[in-house]
């Protein structure tokens, strides 16, 4: 069976999607990915639950430990686990 060069399968049009949310799909790919997501629902549910998790993940408010707090917290872990050993 030939391959059709404008029409993808399911999987590739996810893989495109996913290389289209970070930038690194061609303009070809994207041309691709749209002729798909004109039809399949399957993709386009794929790509509104990646682009709503791509500005979820831009917008939150995460507060991570600084190097000094993980190192102390590390230092009193091993200190802890020494006195049971």
């Known amino acids: 069976m030939k391959k059709s ?3 993808i399968s399911c ?3 996810k893989h495109i999607c996913d290389k ?7 303009g070809w790919e994207r041309i691709k990915l749209a002729l798909r997501l004109s039809w399949c629902r399957v993709t ?3 790509s509104n639950k990646n682009n709503k998790l791509t500005d979820t993940i831009e917008h939150a408010k995460v507060d991570c430990l600084n190097t000094d707090e993980r190192d102390k917290i590390k230092h009193q872990f091993e200190e ?3 006195k049971h050993q």
């Open 20 to 26: 289209s949310q970070y930038g690194e799909a061609t």
């Open 11 to 13: 999987e590739e049009a």
């Open 44 to 46: 386009k549910a794929y």
């Open 80 to 82: 802890e686990l020494a």
């Open 5 to 7: 060069f404008l029409f």
